[in-house]
T-cell receptor, first 116, second 111 residues
Framework: ETGVTQSPTHLIKTRGQQVTLRCSSQ?????VSWYQQALGQGPQFIFQ???????GRGNFPPRFSGLQFPNYSSELNVNALELDDSALYLC???????????????FGPGTRLTVL | EDKVVQSPLSLVVHEGDTVTLNCSYE??????LLWYKQEKKAPTFLFML????IEKKSGRLSSILDKKELFSILNITATQTGDSAVYLC???????????FGPGTRLSVLP
């Protein structure tokens, strides 16, 4: 148990819809990162937030957006869903600003999104 | 473009065997290399390596980094069925914003 939770566990949407995924980090963890993991592949970095500000972004289009809240929770929003968005979405939190402290990321159990 | 390659992609062994998993990388600014074990969903942390030549051990697992040749290995001795999982290698840059993951090695340990 890493103390990082995600909701919902599973989600089915249709193409063109919008979705919001949620993550609750460990208390005191100021950094949260989101990853997309397609079946049979390693996680791909979407973006990272530190103290409610975006702190880095991977190669994902603007329809992937996020928010981080003062209570250590965060959201991943995806607009105009496409079939290729079907994947496991993982969030990971770490105590400090990654880069200032060499600490590992603690992953949540993920949300499995299926787009039909 | 930053890249992490793992080999083999899949491996089947019997209990008691020793396995070596490989991870090579090309990243612009290396800071750390991490190994994770992923059984169902959440990857669980195994090791973080930042310095060459220093072996990290945890029970039957060990790992070492070679920053000159840009690779790391993860060894598992006396494998057990509970070691069956996908093992992920990730490399982080200087500011930690972007951990690049490899595709993983799927290890199956048969009784």
């Amino acid at each position: 148990e890493t103390g990082v939770t995600q909701s919902p566990t599973h989600l089915i949407k249709t193409r063109g819809q919008q979705v919001t995924l949620r993550c609750s980090s460990q208390s005191g963890h100021n950094t949260v990162s989101w990853y997309q993991q397609a079946l049979g592949q390693g996680p791909q970095f979407i973006f990272q937030y530190y103290r409610e500000e975006e702190n880095g972004r991977g190669n994902f289009p603007p329809r992937f957006s996020g928010l981080q809240f003062p209570n250590y929770s965060s959201e991943l929003n995806v607009n105009a869903l496409e079939l290729d968005d079907s994947a496991l979405y993982l969030c990971a939190s770490s105590p400090g600003l990654a880069g200032a402290v060499l600490d590992e990321q603690f992953f949540g159990p993920g949300t499995r999104l299926t787009v039909l | 473009e930053d890249k992490v390659v793992q080999s083999p992609l899949s491996l089947v062994v019997h209990e008691g065997d020793t396995v070596t998993l490989n991870c090579s990388y090309e990243v612009t600014n290396f800071r750390s290399l991490l190994w994770y074990k992923q059984e169902k969903k959440a990857p669980t942390f195994l090791f973080m390596l930042t310095s060459s030549g220093i072996e990290k051990k945890s029970g039957r697992l060990s790992s070492i980094l070679d920053k000159k040749e840009l690779f790391s290995i993860l060894n598992i001795t006396a494998t057990q069925t509970g070691d069956s999982a996908v093992y992920l290698c990730a490399v982080g840059g200087p500011y930690g914003q972007n951990f690049v993951f490899g595709p993983g090695t799927r290890l199956s340990v048969l009784p």
